[in-house]
Nanobody
Framework: QVQLVESGGGLVQAGGSLRLSCAAS????????MGWFRQAPGKEREFVVR????????YYADSVKGRFTISRDNAKNTVYLQMNSLKPEDTAVYYC??????????????????WGQGTQVTVSS
């Protein structure tokens, strides 16, 4: 069992920045992936970014490349999502996800089995 505790989120003006955090606890995987997804009202849950825990390999959705950065802190068992140059279309509930490494790109929500509670990010124009 893995527990994910998120923090961050809030209201920011377009062009501003936010940093989300996700701390993992419990029986964590030594070979794991962690990522961020988001869901806006009326839309499907959308992949944002993922990181392979051991190697630090990252993969970003085209919509956030150059603006968002994922990082990890091994000592704290925590991943961060630094969001810069935010746009109104980034407004969504953001979810942290984790799971063991599986075949494929791990860019689908079905490839992750543990989820945080979600945190609201609102970008005003």
């Amino acid at each position: 069992q893995v527990q994910l505790v998120e923090s961050g989120g809030g209201l920011v003006q377009a062009g501003g920045s936010l940093r989300l955090s996700c701390a993992a606890s419990g029986r964590t995987y030594s070979s794991a992936a962690m990522g961020w997804f988001r869901q806006a009202p009326g839309k499907e849950r959308e992949f944002v970014v993922r990181i392979t825990w051991s190697s630090g390999n990252t993969y970003y959705a085209d919509s956030v490349k150059g603006r968002f950065t994922i990082s990890r802190d091994n000592a704290k068992n925590t991943v961060y999502l630094q969001m810069n140059s935010l746009k109104p279309e980034d407004t969504a509930v953001y979810y942290c996800a984790a799971g063991p490494l599986r075949p494929g790109s791990m860019t689908s929500a079905t490839q992750f089995e543990y989820w945080g509670q979600g945190t609201q990010v609102t970008v005003s124009s």
